[in-house]
């Protein structure tokens, strides 16, 4: 069974930079997203990267946010740059098929204030 940990979160003022990661088993799963959920709104898709690097964003966070995986440490990155007070939010990893369960994890807490 996939078990994927968010971590990194924390609170950063505006324009500053924040790591997230995704650990677990990373290495056997074709594609990972990265979610955020914000307060008082759904969760929305901010970014996938496939086995073979196939990697796409929202629109909001294209050109700010680089998503990237360590095979070797089962590990997925979210490079979170000039981050802004709309992208407080919960952000979580899952794969497809645990989305379509309705099944996540605890996820991590990012905050963007000054």
């Known amino acids: 069974q996939v078990q994927l940990v968010e971590s990194g979160g924390g609170l950063v003022q505006p324009g500053g930079s924040l790591r997230l990661s995704c650990a677990g088993s990373?290495?056997?799963?074709?594609?990972i997203h990265w979610y955020r959920q914000a307060p008082g709104k759904q969760r929305e898709w901010v970014a996938f990267i496939s086995r073979t690097g196939n990697i796409n964003y929202e629109d909001s966070v294209k050109d700010r946010f680089t998503v990237s995986r360590d095979n070797a440490k089962n590990t997925v990155y979210l490079q979170m740059n000039r981050l802004k007070p709309e992208d407080t939010a919960v952000y979580y990893c899952?794969?497809?098929?645990?989305?379509?369960?309705?099944?996540w994890g605890q996820g991590t807490q990012v905050t963007v204030s000054s």
């Open positions: 899952n794969v497809p098929h645990l989305v379509a369960r309705g099944s």
């Open positions: 990373t290495t056997s799963i074709d594609v």
